[in-house]
C-alpha cells in the first residue's frame, strides 16, 4: 500500500474517533446542558486525543506520500 493510503486510512480513522469523541459531548453542552454528562465526558477524554493524534499523522503520512509522488 503506498504512503498516500497510508495517510487516508489514518485520516479517516482519526476524524472517526474524533466524531465519537467530540459530537456526544457537544450534543450534551448544546441540547440537554442539565443533565449529567459523564458518558460524553468520557469519550471525550479517552477517545478524542487518540483520534486527533491519528488524524495528524495522517496529514503527515499523506504528506510525505503526496512530495515522494
Do not use: D, E, N, Y
Not at 493510503?5 to 459530537?23: C, D, K, N, S
Not at 465526558?41 to 510525505?64: D, N, Q, R, Y
Request: hydrophobic share 65%.
Amino acid at each position: 500500500m503506498s504512503l498516500q493510503r497510508w495517510g487516508l486510512a489514518f485520516l479517516q480513522l482519526g476524524a472517526l474517533l474524533l466524531a465519537i469523541g467530540l459530537l456526544p459531548a457537544a450534543f450534551m453542552a448544546i441540547f440537554l446542558p442539565s443533565t449529567p454528562a459523564l458518558i460524553p465526558a468520557l469519550l471525550s477524554v479517552s477517545v478524542a486525543p487518540p483520534g486527533a493524534v491519528c488524524f495528524t499523522a495522517g496529514l503527515l503520512i499523506w504528506g510525505i506520500g503526496l512530495v515522494r509522488r
